[in-house]
């Protein structure tokens, strides 16, 4: 059976084993022809290869179009990748830059804590000098308070009915195995009773000085087995302190009231 030029052009543009299943089938076909074959059944087996043509140039234009499609998505996958790499270029880029900014910011932060603790330990310098300064400067004012009230307190303790025996001292005491510094200590005398006279002197008394010096009283109160006379004198006594002074019976005393 002769084959056009056409459809072995066809032939070619299908897959080779598809062909090679073809071109088996033609001579196959051939080969029965060749020993025998009626003039209907000629013309049944080309209505055949008709039909078995036309299914091949369906098969061939598919075939192209599933080339086209194929190459169509290879060539967008591509665009796209092209696309992620740039973004992820673009990305790691940013990511140096930004380590680099933050690298900067590690050192300037640094730098500047640096400095800050600098500041800060000066500072702290600066505070401790002026709090010796001001700790010698109270020493002082505080000696010079206490020796006008050793002259002056007898003469005031007068007016509330007391009688001063012998001088007002700073003196240490010894309270259980420690010993104690008090600015006033001495005797006195009051309707005939003696009693133990105590006494501190401040710039300006806090509650927690006075709940110590109330504490160490008490224990001389014990100690010496008389009664303790308190009382506390400085510059300043502000309103809290003097109500706090007058609820643990220690008479407070203003450092004019010495003049």
């Known amino acids: ?10 032939l070619e543009t299908i897959d080779p084993k598809l062909r090679r299943v073809l071109l088996s089938m033609l001579e196959e076909l051939e080969r029965q022809r060749e020993e025998s074959v009626t003039k209907k059944e000629f013309n049944e087996l080309k209505e055949i290869v008709r ?17 086209e499609q194929l190459a169509s998505f290879e ?26 900014q933050l690298a900067s910011f590690e050192k300037k932060t640094e730098e500047n804590f640096s400095r800050v603790w600098k500041a800060i330990n000066e500072l702290a310098e600066a505070q401790k000098r002026t709090e010796e300064r001001l700790e010698g400067l109270s020493d002082t004012i505080g000696y010079s308070l206490e020796n006008r009230a050793y002259k002056a307190l007898p003469k005031i ?13 700073r003196r240490y005491v010894k309270v259980g195995n420690k010993e104690r510094q008090l600015n006033i200590y001495g005797y006195a005398r009051r309707n005939g009773e003696r009693l133990l006279v105590l006494g501190e ?26 009664p303790v006379f308190k009382i506390f004198v400085a510059h300043d006594f502000p309103p809290a302190i003097e109500k706090e002074l007058s609820e643990k019976e220690i008479l407070p005393i203003w450092s004019y009231d010495l003049e």
Do not use: D, H
Request: aromatic share 6%; glycine share 4%.
């Open 1 to 10: 059976m002769p084959v056009s030029i056409a459809f072995i052009k066809e």
């Open 51 to 67: 039909k078995l043509g036309k299914s091949i140039n369906e098969l061939a234009e598919a075939q192209k179009r599933t080339e």
């Open 75 to 100: 060539k967008k996958t591509e665009e796209n990748f092209s696309r992620v790499w740039k973004a992820i270029n673009e990305l790691t880029e940013a990511q140096k830059r930004t380590e680099e």
């Open 157 to 169: 303790l007068a007016t509330y009915g007391l009688k001063v025996e012998g001088r007002l001292l």
């Open 201 to 226: 002197t401040k710039v300006r008394p806090s509650k927690k000085e006075i709940a110590r010096f109330e504490k160490l009283c008490k224990k001389l109160e014990k100690q010496e087995g008389l």
